[in-house]
């Protein structure tokens, strides 16, 4: 009963509500912006110079991506593409690659609110995210309730359990470990890892993301290298599928629309209101709202074009039909068949180190959540931390399709309720990108301060992004 009421809600709020509202506002962000992703591509790399700097308040703007890229460069880049590749084709790629560039649009958007509206809490800390925007921005703490909630569910119940699920069913599938054992060994690690807060989890992910990141794109450049001839053709596949230019993808268009934004925002996350909460916890340099907004930008382009794409490349370069296996085991066997018996293992440890370092990352986000719903206290945290840690366990012996639906769900509700609040700050998000470009052409280091006239005209609260 349960699985069939989640199946209804999630075909209304994906068939009917989110594929269009991302869109839509992934091209009002790109208009807005004036098309900021491509405008301002290489300044994307540039603003990363500095961004190792930090204090004992805050965490580094590297230490930011690197903590948003352990949420985002998880299962999604490794099981996610194989799942929108199975059930939508090779076209669904391409949709993949869409969502992902009106995405930077969105990402830089929510990213630069949550810098702009983040405040201290009592232990000196910089906090933020949506649901600070939505109180001090809309002054709807009403809107802050309901994403809460929504990220509490979304992050503190499910995605921990969908990346659980694909670590346990890479080693079954690698090794025949039963899944009890594996689940249990991955929820005493994240218990280790997590009870240092946000600064040990960014500590953590500022070692490992680079690596694991690094290595996976490596091996996929040396598959590329062993089939350099047929990537033009794999390319033609992909756009012409997408648009039923192919016999084989002309009744596959709706079905690789619909996953390919799925998978592509389950995977790179913008619009969701997950990443601001890391983002809004940093030290920027430029010591601007707008240059976090860069960071994380890059971090969707890393992500979904240069990560997905590497696993989408080994997936259709195997020659494995489409259908013969699903989920984490197609990537493991699409790599097997190009360099041997190894890739298999090398991606149930890239599975493990991607997977794992995500589970720690939801964590931060979902603890964000808890003082707007009343748990941000001993008793709150420790309830918090058991069901988080009960539900990594689970989804470890769940079944894919169980987990996936309530993931699809959980990131629908985010979504719909972060986007709302983001377009309804455009006049904000506007004016301090305004300011930005401004001391960036007049060769100055960007820096926002705020005077009375400006704080009215952006209908600001007075406590707004005090050092």
């Known amino acids: 009963m349960i699985?069939?009421?989640v199946a209804f809600l999630n075909n209304i709020v994906w068939g009917y509500v989110l594929i269009y509202m991302l869109v839509l506002a992934g091209i009002w962000f790109t208009i807005r912006l004036k098309a900021i992703q491509f405008r301002h591509f290489f300044h994307m790399f540039s603003v990363m110079r500095h961004s190792r700097t930090g204090d004992s308040a805050s965490i580094s703007s590297f230490q930011a991506l690197c903590t948003t890229l352990a949420a985002r460069v998880g299962t999604g880049n490794l099981m996610g593409v194989a799942v929108a590749i199975s059930l939508g084709g090779p076209g669904a790629v391409f949709w993949m690659w869409v969502i992902a560039l009106v995405g930077m649009a969105t990402a830089f958007a929510e990213s630069t609110l949550a810098q702009l509206y983040k405040e201290k809490d009592h232990l000196g800390r910089f906090r933020g995210g949506p649901a600070f925007y939505m109180r001090k921005g809309l002054k709807s703490p009403a809107m802050a309730l309901v994403f809460s909630i929504c990220l509490f569910f979304g992050y503190g119940f499910v995605f921990g359990a969908v990346q659980a699920n694909s670590i346990s069913d890479a080693f079954n599938g690698s090794y025949g470990i039963d899944p009890v054992y594996t689940g249990a060994v991955i929820t005493v690690l994240t218990a280790i890892i997590v009870v240092g807060g946000l600064k040990n989890i960014a500590r953590f992910a500022e070692l490992v993301v680079p690596f694991m990141g690094v290595a996976y794109v490596l091996v996929a450049l040396f598959v590329i290298s062993m089939n350099v001839s047929a990537v033009p053709d794999i390319f033609a596949d992909i756009v012409g599928s997408a648009f039923g230019l192919r016999e084989a993808g002309s009744g596959l268009v709706g079905a690789a629309i619909m996953q390919g934004i799925k998978r592509g925002l389950y995977s790179n996350e913008a619009g969701m209101g997950s990443a601001p909460n890391a983002a809004a916890a940093a030290t920027p340099y430029p010591p601007h709202p707008v240059s976090q907004g860069y960071v994380q930008m890059l971090g969707v382009f890393l992500d979904t074009?240069?990560?997905c794409t590497c696993t989408a490349l080994i997936i259709l370069m195997s020659g494995i039909p489409l259908g013969q296996e699903f989920g984490i085991q197609l990537t493991q066997q699409a790599l097997a068949n190009q360099v041997g018996d190894w890739g298999s293992d090398f991606i149930s440890i890239a599975i493990l180190f991607f997977g794992f370092t995500s589970i720690v990352a939801n964590y931060a986000y979902a603890e964000n959540s808890l003082s707007f719903i009343g748990l941000d206290n001993k008793l709150g945290k420790l309830f918090f931390n058991?069901?988080?840690?009960?539900?990594?366990?689970?989804?470890?012996?769940?079944?894919?399709?169980?987990?996936?639906?309530?993931?699809?769900?959980?990131?629908?509700?985010?979504?719909?309720?972060?986007?709302t609040a983001i377009v309804l700050l455009t006049k904000s998000l506007v004016f301090v990108a305004k300011d930005y470009n401004q001391h960036l052409d007049a060769g100055k280091l960007p820096e926002f301060k705020i005077d009375e006239q400006q704080e009215q005209d952006m209908r600001l609260t007075k406590n707004?992004?005090?050092?």
């Open 305 to 307: 074009i240069v990560l």
């Open 386 to 419: 058991l069901v988080f840690l009960v539900m990594i366990f689970y989804g470890s012996v769940a079944t894919l399709g169980e987990v996936i639906a309530m993931a699809d769900l959980g990131v629908g509700l985010m979504t719909i309720v972060n986007v």
């Open 464 to 467: 707004i992004w005090r050092h």
């Open 3 to 5: 699985h069939d009421v």
